[in-house]
């Protein structure tokens, strides 16, 4: 068993802890405490699917029109 000091601004070094982890904890009232690691859900930052509310026809229209008094060529 390994035991742990809280300091004065009530944080606990955990050795086996990696940087960023998050642990929950359950405190039972007769003195014990459970922490429980908490893993984090890895999501796309836009699943599949998810921008083609951004690519429709009239939203193509109107880009078009802004686009028409565009030149590409250099003066």
């Known amino acids: 068993m390994k035991t742990l000091t809280v300091d004065d ?20 009232g007769d003195g014990t405490l459970t922490l429980t690691l908490v893993k984090a859900e ?19 229209q109107e880009e078009l029109a802004l686009l028409s008094g565009c030149s590409f060529e250099h003066e």
């Open 42 to 60: 890895a999501s796309e930052p836009f699943p599949r699917g998810s921008l083609l509310q951004y690519f429709t026809p009239e939203k193509d």
């Open 9 to 28: 601004q009530k944080r606990v070094r955990i050795p086996d802890a990696k940087p960023r982890q998050v642990f929950s904890y359950i405190n039972h």
